[in-house]
């Protein structure tokens, strides 16, 4: 066999392990993506099929909780901070890009946090120690809560859905029509469950609020996917421009 047939089938070999071992990481991901879709669906079922009466015990046992946490924001808002703001620094270090763009983004992530302390201080603070949570009608704050967690949890449901199918390969016109039809459809076989479970009552505005979330969900996804694309592309550049320089 002649030296360069020799390398050539060395080279072929590497780049069917590399396609090998790139496939296999690709089915995991996908594995591991609807896997999330699947859990989350089966929580959201876990959770309606409890009977009205456990589910109230549950939203009033919340309300505490949040009353607690509002009693002592303070100090959760300054734990969420630096948590947060080392996950931050932690991620700008990491990023490859230039020194400009990192101060730039330093910048931006201080002036939202400026932003959010200021709210918190001059809107959310008044109101809290004016009011009070229990000093309020329980059963409304218990149906805002309800229908809150529903636009939540369904806002995750079209996140979960929206990275699934776009990691399948799904083109992303269709993976967000996608994503939010079975959204729907989830939130519809969801409210026709509950018509079984003692005390619960099927409601076309329940299903409304889930279409909502997942589509929030699906857009948020969408904008922080190709934000991310944006950054990696710019970084590239960065280096490319780096490395031609030196």
């Known amino acids: 066999m002649l030296p360069f047939e020799n390398k050539m089938q060395i080279s072929r070999g590497k780049e069917e392990f590399s396609v090998t071992v790139e496939s296999k990481k690709s089915r995991a991901v996908q594995f591991i993506s609807w896997g999330m879709v699947v859990f989350w669906m089966a929580v959201i079922f876990w959770f309606s099929s409890h009977p009205a009466d456990e589910s109230v015990r549950w939203s009033v046992g919340v309300m505490r909780l949040g009353a607690e946490v509002l009693s002592n924001w303070q100090w959760v808002g300054l734990i969420v901070f630096i948590i947060l703001y080392h996950l931050f620094l932690i991620w700008l270090a990491r990023m490859s890009a230039p020194l400009v763009a990192k101060i730039l983004l330093f910048s931006v992530f201080i002036l939202i946090s400026l932003g959010i302390v200021y709210v918190l201080y001059t809107t959310i603070r008044p109101r809290v120690s004016s009011l009070g949570l229990f000093q309020m009608n329980r059963w409304v704050i218990h149906r805002?809560?309800?229908?809150?967690?529903?636009?939540?949890?369904?806002?995750?449901?079209?996140?979960?859905?929206?990275?699934?199918?776009?990691?399948?390969?799904?083109?992303?016109?269709?993976?967000?029509?996608?994503?939010?039809?079975?959204?729907?459809?989830?939130?519809?076989?969801?409210?026709?469950?509950?018509?079984?479970?003692?005390?619960?009552?099927?409601?076309?505005?329940?299903?409304?609020?889930?279409?909502?979330?997942?589509t929030v969900g699906v857009l948020l996804y969408s904008t922080l996917n190709q934000l991310i694309q944006w950054i990696r592309k710019y970084t590239a550049k960065a280096d490319r421009k780096q490395e031609a320089i030196s």
């Open 144 to 214: 805002h809560l309800r229908k809150t967690t529903h636009f939540f949890i369904y806002l995750f449901l079209g996140s979960f859905l929206m990275n699934a199918l776009t990691v399948s390969g799904v083109k992303w016109i269709k993976a967000f029509v996608m994503a939010i039809l079975i959204s729907f459809f989830y939130a519809i076989s969801d409210e026709l469950h509950q018509h079984f479970v003692p005390g619960r009552t099927p409601l076309v505005m329940d299903v409304i609020i889930d279409t909502v979330g997942a």
